[in-house]
């Protein structure tokens, strides 16, 4: 496994390399999600690459950048053991040198409502890093989780307009055995609020289970998965989109196979998204 920590040395290391490549953008903190995602790129291609990067652009005015957990030496741990062939380890002074004050700013609503409403100028950072790292990476395909679904149609977005030559892949959640959605959040859990969070995803799943016994009116799946929810959890939202174009879904039968409902629960401080497919072919 070779790991740059310039971009100098990263250019210079993929020189060398052959074959299609696989690009896995996180931002450490690795857990099984992340893990995920690599195998999934070793199956597709002949060598796989990671980043490790911290993005300050997608922390707005209220969020704690230096509380995000930083584990590098854990992650590159776990990446040796899954052979990974690159690795770049960012630092802000060479990503964003002095002077540096270009943004990739999506317009529409697909970037406004939501996570984009709640967190001005966050998806600006996202598209900004993510794209100066396909630039670097030249990256075959590119791999990103359901978890951030709204991130993913944001970036579908971006691939779309900038033509980039990249295949974006979004692969399944991966969830812990009692159903919660892996993240590098939930270390922030305590015991309690650990134990409550898995009614998060129950609330989902039953909301499915009301859609395939006949159930299709949108507000009332949503309506009731916020009950579900209420006393323990803040809920932020909950909304069912169209996962190819974020799209309000307002009728299940016009959306097949496509409409996911999503939400923001906020439990003890700790801030959980999740979403899932209601109407699955």
């Not at 990446?79 to 990503?95: A, I, K, P």
């Not at 991966?174 to 969070?197: H, I, K, P, Q």
């Not at 989109?241 to 039968?253: I, N, Y």
Request: net charge negative.
């Amino acid at each position: 496994m070779k790991i740059y920590r310039t971009q100098a040395a990263l250019a210079q290391g993929l020189a060398e390399s052959r074959g299609s490549l696989g690009f896995v953008p996180t931002m450490g903190a690795l857990h099984d999600g992340h893990l995920s995602l690599v195998r999934r790129a070793q199956e597709e291609n002949d060598a796989v690459a990671v980043s490790i990067f911290v993005n300050p652009l997608q922390f707005g005015a209220r969020e704690d950048l230096s509380k995000y957990p930083r584990t590098e030496e854990a992650d590159l741990e776990k990446l040796e053991g899954l052979s990974v062939d690159h690795v770049f380890v960012g630092e802000v002074g060479d990503l964003y040198p002095e002077g540096f004050c270009t943004a990739v700013v999506i317009q529409g609503e697909v970037t406004q409502v939501l996570e984009g409403e709640r967190r001005p100028g966050h998806f600006d950072g996202v598209c900004t890093v993510v794209a100066k790292l396909f630039h670097l990476f030249q990256p075959d395909r590119a791999y990103f989780g359901w978890k951030d679904f709204q991130q993913v149609c944001v970036l579908r977005r971006m691939v779309q307009d900038l033509g980039f030559p990249v295949e974006l892949h979004a692969c399944p959640i991966e969830r812990e055995a009692d159903g919660l959605a892996m993240s590098s959040r939930n270390r922030f859990l305590s015991g309690a609020d650990r134990g409550l969070a898995a009614r998060i995803h129950e609330a989902l799943s039953q909301a499915r289970k009301s859609v395939r016994h006949g159930q299709a009116d949108v507000a009332r799946l949503c309506a009731s998965v916020k009950e579900r929810l209420a006393g323990d959890f803040e809920v932020e939202y909950v909304e069912v989109r169209d996962e190819l174009d974020f799209g309000r879904v307002e009728s299940l039968d016009s959306h097949p196979g496509r409409a996911r409902m999503l939400l923001v629960a906020k439990i003890g401080g700790v801030r959980l998204l999740d979403n899932l497919l209601l109407n699955p072919r």
